[in-house]
């Protein structure tokens, strides 16, 4: 008899249930990113129709970030822009979005 139960191994070859980047929440400071220049994403994520159960990416968020300007000026430092991603899950999908919004930012010099 073993001490110690043995831990659940994934097939070989399998995708991981979750991708690591999935536990970094990303959503969270590109709120604040967006509050600080009173601006709100706007998320639009659904199932990928027709996707086999095999895909591990059955889901889809498109985030639109609109225009960032500097306060008190009409002068933008971010174009609106939409990006799009896929994750296992929907908020997997969300988090991956908002991951390519914070580089865009972080790209423009917009401190996060």
């Known amino acids: 008899m073993r001490d110690h139960p043995v831990?659940?191994?994934?097939?070989?070859?399998a995708p991981p249930?979750?991708?690591p980047a999935a536990h970094i929440?990303?959503?969270g400071p590109l709120?604040?990113?967006l509050d600080r220049h009173h601006a709100a994403p706007?998320?639009?994520?659904?199932r990928l129709a027709g996707a086999p159960a095999s895909d591990p990416m059955q889901f889809t968020c498109s985030l639109t970030v609109p225009p960032l300007k500097k306060p008190g000026s009409e002068e933008v430092l971010l174009p609106e822009a939409t990006y799009t991603a896929?994750?296992?899950?929907?908020?997997?999908a969300e988090q991956a979005a908002a991951r390519q919004?914070?580089?865009?930012?972080?790209?423009?010099g917009l401190a996060i």
């Open 42 to 46: 706007a998320y639009n994520t659904a």
């Open 25 to 27: 929440d990303s959503c």
């Open 7 to 13: 831990a659940a191994q994934p097939m070989p070859g």
């Open 101 to 108: 919004a914070i580089v865009a930012a972080e790209k423009a």
């Open 17 to 19: 249930v979750r991708s």
């Open 86 to 92: 896929s994750g296992r899950g929907a908020k997997d």
């Open 31 to 33: 709120k604040e990113l």
